[in-house]
């Protein structure tokens, strides 16, 4: 979504939301003035409209601060797109298994909060009407699915701790060599082998189903792909070598749909947790501006 229509369409969330609040705590209104429930439930769900509504907007705000600060650093540096399409650090990467708990857990928070409502009006109300008692527990299923993802995520980083990937240049160029290494620290010195896979991804916004049932979905496609087995080399690192085409897409992490690479390392080898974690590489196009 557009920062603007975002901005917009978060308001639309907050403003009521807040007004819930209000009647809830009694700044407004008469919260017993026609109320068919414990005032609990009413201040959940104003909760849920505000966060929404103030995600929303952040979101928008924060589109509209990135593009911004994108723009002027794209008018100075028109040919050079990594200093303006991603914040990147030109020795390395970590890997994204702490955006992955912290986003999980989020989801989770808000899915059991968002469902509160309904929980009480299956179980608890005096009418206690069936479809309310089922449906929510299927979305309760889905948040025991993403809490365990998430319980594999911290395991890995519990065993592993936060790996940082180390660029030998900086930036990838199309038609030479990705060249990195993964340092082999605590029980990652006891991994084996590894397996490399660099791929560029195309996110697509399509249109999904018919009528009403009609959405738009992120697709991701790989438009080029290539993995390694790798083993520690004398210094001890993993150590990794893809040699790119001339025609190598250009990095657009910037851009929506974007378009990004990145590297996936995974290892089996090892009893309990096993490493996996993906790092966004940066490649781009030589020469000349991404478009």
Partial sequence: MRPVP????????????????LVAFGVVGDLNAGRHGPPW???????????????????GVETMRVRRRAT???RHFPSEPWRWDYPWS????????????????VVVAFLELFLTPFHWVGWFSPERPLPFRIFPLLFDAAALGVLWYTGILVARRRRFGRTVLDFERFPFLAGSTVAVSLPRFGQLALVPRLTATL???????????????RSTQIVYYALWSRTLDVEP???GAFEMRFDLPDDAPSSELSARPARFWELELASGD???????ATFLAPVYARGRAAR
Avoid at 6 to 21: Q, T
Avoid at 90 to 105: F, N
Avoid at 199 to 213: A, F, L, M, P, T
């Fill in 72 to 74: 002027e650093l794209q």
């Fill in 90 to 105: 030109e020795t390395g990467i970590a890997d994204r298994s702490g955006a992955g708990i912290v986003r999980g857990l």
């Fill in 233 to 235: 080399s004398r210094r």
């Fill in 270 to 276: 090892l009893p309990g947790a096993d490493y996996r």
């Fill in 199 to 213: 791929r560029c991804v195309q996110e697509r916004y399509e249109e999904r189903g018919s009528g009403d049932d």
């Fill in 6 to 21: 975002a901005i917009v369409f978060g308001s639309f969330f907050a403003l009521p939301g807040a007004l819930v609040l």
């Fill in 41 to 59: 439930v009413i201040e959940v769900v104003g909760l849920i409209f505000l966060g929404v509504g103030l995600w929303i907007v952040w979101t």
